[in-house]
Structures are given as C-alpha cells and as structure tokens.
C-alpha cells in the first residue's frame, strides 16, 4: 500500500507549469465576454483556472469528463501513471476551473501540441475533451475554458489550432474564432473493436 | 563544424521500432488492393516501408513534404533537434516509402498517439502529413502508407484514428474504412499571424 501513498506534495504538483497562464491576453481573442472574465480573473473570487493537479482525482475531474464520454473505472495508479507520462512526453495542457468552495473541478479543455517537420519545424494545437458542469450555467465558462487553451496555444508558438466538433457547436466556436475552411473541413473517423 | 557531423550509425537510427510494421495483418483492413501488397511487401523489391530515420534528412524526405505544404529552409541540425525531440516524447510514427534503387522517399504518412484520461485511459490515433510523390502513379501508393499507420494505430491499441481531409479525398477515405460520422464530423481551426 505505501506504494501508493500521496502526500500532499504530489497532490498539488501540476501537469504544466501554471505561470504560463497569466500571461494569456484575453484583448486579443475574438470571443465577447459579458461581463469580461478572464484566466486570471474568472469572475467569482471562488474561481480558479489552472493546470490539472494530481490531487484532481479527488476534486471530481473525472466524473465530470464522465459528462463528455464514457471514462471507465479509472484507479487513482491509473489516473498517477497517466499524468506521469503525459508529463514526461511534454504538449499536454489539461487545464481546469476549479470551485474552491467545494474543492471540485467545474470545467475542463485540454490543448495537445503537435510537434511538425512541415512550417519550417513548427507544432500544431488540438482542442480537445472540452466539458463544463451545466449546473453553472450562465457564467460563460465554456467560453472561458476554450479561449484559455486557445491563447495558450498561440502563446507556446503554434501555427494553427484545430478542433473536431458536432454541428451544433460550429456557431459557438465561430465566436471563438474558428473557422470552417471551404472544401477542406471534414473529420473523418474509423473506429477500433475494444480489445475482447 | 565538428557538432553538425553524424556517422553512419546515427544515420541509420529509426524513429520507431520497425519489427512493429511486420505484425501488421493487411486483411483486416477494409481496403482492397489490386494486385495485393502489404508494408512488409509493397509490391516492387527496391521499394521499403518503414519508419522514418535520420538518413532521410539526404534522401529528400523533407522534399517530398514540401509538395504537401511550405516546409521552409530546414538545417541538418532542425531535423536532427526535431527527431530527437519527437523520439523522446514518443507518439510519433512517421512513417515512409523508400525507393532503394536512388535512395529517395516516395512516401510518407505520420500517425500520431494522443494519450487520453477517457475511455479508460486510452489513446487515440491521428493521421498527419500524408504526401506520395506522383510520379509514381498506379503503384497504390497513397493507400499502402495511410492502410499502414491507420493498422498500426490499431496495433497500439487505439481506440479510434482520426483525420481531416479535403472534400476531394473523403471517397479514397472512406475506401479505407474511415467515416464521416452524421452531425459530427467538423474540422475548424483557428491560424495564428506568425511571429514577425
């Protein structure tokens, strides 16, 4: 069992490093904030945006991707080895909104960072695993979430950020800036039999 | 001058391990070849699949990626400092046809390994970069790379594999198994002004 003990050192130890996030510029997103909110200042002082932390498999984060997709019965080894390894290969920011007054996590997106040959050696950025607790609605935290990563993006030096989405959320994202490009728009899928 | 020499054994170091692509069963792909031709036999003997390795800096791999989009002017050292970087972040399977008889890559296709906390902590798999040199037309090319990786994302245990495409393409995609799946199958992206 002690190999499987946390101390609180671990569990507060983030998947990127969360200073990164102060110096995202909400000005230069095309999304309308109303009231303006930002990562820095999310618009309740019980509201935090940050890095995933280890000690996040307490505060209900994957329960609330449960919301999204089908997550599993994921152990806290499981969950530890996953944040290890996604630590040490580098381009995973999964990044949180925190409420501090029930220590649960309320939203999540996580921006993944492509590395190229193509654009003279460049990366790319994915939109993924975008969720918020709808019991929040109203204060614009999806919105809020997605330009996060979104300028994350363009701060760590991508040419582009890409996202898959289903068709009722293409006026959303158009409001965060992105683009359906004419006749090359399509993602295609083929998906794999679970290992019996 | 002495930092920028490579000997022949670095030359000849892969990506990723290549005894993986002769596990490769091309009859569970949906694709038909005509005649029938697979990675470890790709129809002609000075052809080769494999993984990408450092000698291809002078075999005109980056060449060949510049029919598909601007590559710019990279260095010895880029490629170098950009293979090592994805080597150590693991994921990246870029793939390639080689034609041994002049020493030049014909083909090329990069499957990438998104790690995941959904699904059980599972992965997913996304097809990049996929460029043939069309002077060798006929030869079934195009889909020997793309039935190749999207075998090896399965191998690897991805849950599903993923791409986007060009109107143009979608039929030749859906020849190799991959869907457009109803009211889900948006591709945006955001382009970010590069740095001046």
Known sequence: MGMEKYNEDDNS???????????????KSPAKFNPPISATKPGEDWMVV???????????????LSQLTSTGNISRKQFDERFTQMKSSGGYYVTVI????????????T???????????????????????DTYRG???????VVTVSLLAEE????KMSLDCKDKLIKF?????????PGNSNAMNMRFEEPS
């Open 13 to 27: 130890e983030y998947l990127y490093g969360p200073e990164i996030l102060q110096k995202l510029d909400f000005n």
């Open 98 to 109: 925190e409420d501090k007054r029930i220590s649960k996590i309320i939203g999540a997106a």
């Open 173 to 181: 994202y158009e409001s965060l800036g992105y683009k359906l490009e």
């Open 139 to 145: 204060k614009q935290l999806g919105k809020l979430i």
């Open 50 to 64: 940050r890095p995933l932390q280890r000690a996040d498999y307490n505060k209900g984060f994957l329960q609330l």
């Open 111 to 133: 921006l993944t960072i492509e590395q190229k040959f193509i654009h003279n050696c460049s990366v790319r950025g994915r939109l993924e695993d975008v969720v918020v607790n």
């Open 156 to 159: 760590l030096g991508c040419y």
